[in-house]
């Protein structure tokens, strides 16, 4: 689980928020891209202005890089 997603997750309103940010902690966590690898991809794929958040760059990033 990449940690933005968790954190995303975390700020809902969510109804069962203990057992949701439970399950999710106990994904094995995922590979983190570094700030130079995530502008690296957004260069390389070509997705800067097509709305994709930078919330969503750094998990795409990171498994591009696996």
């Known amino acids: 689980m990449q940690?933005?997603?968790s954190g995303k997750?975390?700020?809902e309103n969510l109804r069962a928020r203990a057992e949701v940010?439970?399950?999710l902690q106990a994904i094995p966590a995922?590979?983190?891209?570094?700030?130079a690898e995530v502008l690296f991809f957004m260069?390389?794929?070509?997705?800067l202005g097509r709305g994709i958040g930078y919330v969503?760059?750094?998990p795409l990033s990171s498994a591009w890089f696996i």
């Open 3 to 5: 940690p933005l997603w």
């Open 9 to 11: 997750v975390a700020r």
């Open 21 to 23: 940010l439970s399950l």
């Open 30 to 35: 995922s590979p983190v891209a570094t700030a």
């Open 43 to 47: 260069d390389q794929q070509a997705w």
């Open 56 to 58: 969503g760059v750094p």
